[in-house]
């Protein structure tokens, strides 16, 4: 471990955080990290309140500090679009911009969204029921989340694989993929591209509004206050990548820690009603968000740290969720775990708005792949990961049915 102290994407730690970071926590559990450039939050207390703690801001889409003029002028329309991402942006923006989404997202809009979740569930099931063998990350795990997401937006369904597509790519430049060189360039188009197609929806829509969630958008208004077309473009493409890409590895990375602990599979096909507590145990035990960056808006000490004005700084969940200090048993996969405190969709003001789609996703993904595939075997002798500093996502999944 001393070797790898301060590189947070050596091989090693990719494969599995939870180990490096409980050296860590119980050695430093704030530390700054010279190669990363700021400080790391690791134990259950300081991660949880850093969530919370207002002086630590979530205005961080900036470019990268080696970045040139003429690089930063051909990313400035992308940057643009991010920094109206609710995730990114602080009181009063934040509080404007989640009431008015708020508006639209509603309970009784995920809950229409239920039949279809479990239809597209056995559709996809019956797909892969052909082949007895293959990459379920593909085929099931990403597929899923973005046709349920595609269906609430309104998109066609000729379109589908142009959103997983425009997603996926933009995953690279968010989660900082470090192991593709041209990631900018590739998530700049694509998200030139979603924005051309999403402009040209919202326009019909404001003409002829539908039942879908582009509508409800267009038409969210809080005190004579509406979201502008620019910040309803920003909105979808938040919901498109985030109601993808981490629902993707929720499901995934939940299929893969059943198939290591099979005591725990067993006791899920023998007690289906405990899915809700396994979904929340998934979330904690190896969820799709490893951390979440923090920029200092001001001079902070926490714990004997000074943190300056500007300093960032990485709130790691995938340590606080395996903090013995806040979970007993922290390393066990236990789906009759409750409560459950976990802070896989943070705390505060930023809790994560689709929670509630992710949580409902993943509980009947995994019940209707479980009770059609039982015994299924993971054929990957080492799992690859993404190599990413926020998310926990597996580059594959490949796995024999039965």
């Known amino acids: 471990m001393q070797t790898i102290d301060n590189n947070l994407l050596h091989p090693q730690v990719v494969l599995d955080p939870y180990?490096?970071?409980?050296?860590?926590r119980q050695n430093d559990p704030i530390y700054w990290n010279a190669q990363w450039d700021g400080w790391i939050f690791t134990?259950?207390?300081?991660?949880?309140?850093?969530?919370?703690?207002?002086?630590?801001?979530?205005?961080?889409v900036r470019p990268s500090k080696g970045m040139g003029s003429e690089k930063k002028q051909e990313m400035s329309s992308t940057y643009a679009i991010l920094s109206n991402w609710l995730v990114f942006n602080d009181p009063p923006k934040h509080t404007r911009l989640r009431m008015l989404m708020m508006k639209a997202?509603?309970?009784?809009a995920i809950t229409?969204?239920?039949?279809?979740?479990?239809e597209t569930a056995n559709y996809l099931i019956n797909e892969i029921r052909t082949k007895p063998e293959g990459n379920i990350l593909q085929s099931y795990a990403s597929i899923l989340p973005i046709m349920v997401i595609s269906d609430l937006l309104g998109v066609p369904k000729e379109d589908r694989n142009l959103i997983k597509k425009w997603s996926d790519d933009l995953m690279l430049l968010v989660f900082g993929a470090a192991d593709v060189e041209n990631r900018h360039e590739v998530a700049k188009q694509s998200m030139d591209e979603m924005v051309d197609y999403l402009k040209k929806i919202i326009q019909d829509r404001r003409v002829n509004p539908k039942d879908d969630l582009i509508s409800a958008l267009v038409q969210a208004s809080e005190d004579q206050d509406q979201l502008t077309d620019d910040e309803v473009i920003s909105t979808c493409t938040l919901l498109v990548f985030g109601g993808h890409e981490t629902t993707?590895?929720?499901?995934?990375?939940g299929l893969l820690a059943f198939h290591n602990n099979r005591d725990q599979l067993e006791l899920l096909k023998e007690k289906p009603e405990l899915i809700n507590t396994a979904v929340d145990e998934i979330l904690r035990y190896d969820?799709?968000?490893?951390?979440?960056?923090?920029?200092?808006?001001?001079?902070?000490?926490?714990?004997?740290?000074?943190?300056?004005?500007?300093?960032?700084?990485?709130?790691?969940?995938?340590?606080?969720?395996?903090?013995?200090?806040?979970?007993?048993?922290?390393?066990?996969f236990d789906i009759t775990r409750n409560p459950n405190h976990h802070l896989g969709f943070g705390r505060g003001i930023h809790y994560c708005l689709g929670a509630p789609l992710a949580v409902q996703e993943g509980?009947?993904?995994?019940?209707?792949?479980?009770?059609?595939?039982?015994?299924?075997?993971?054929?990957?002798e080492k799992v690859e990961w993404q190599p990413t500093f926020v998310n926990r996502g597996l580059k594959h999944l490949n796995v024999k049915l039965y």
């Open 19 to 24: 180990s490096y970071y409980e050296v860590v």
């Open 248 to 253: 993707t590895n929720l499901i995934a990375n």
């Open 43 to 60: 134990s259950y207390e300081d991660v949880r309140n850093g969530f919370q703690d207002l002086r630590l801001s979530s205005e961080r």
């Open 363 to 380: 509980r009947i993904a995994l019940a209707k792949f479980i009770e059609a595939f039982p015994n299924y075997q993971v054929l990957d």
């Open 105 to 108: 997202f509603t309970p009784k």
């Open 287 to 332: 969820g799709p968000s490893k951390a979440m960056v923090r920029v200092a808006k001001e001079d902070v000490v926490i714990r004997d740290k000074h943190i300056k004005t500007g300093d960032k700084i990485l709130l790691v969940q995938a340590s606080a969720n395996r903090d013995p200090n806040a979970f007993e048993r922290p390393n066990q």
């Open 112 to 118: 229409k969204l239920l039949p279809n979740i479990e």
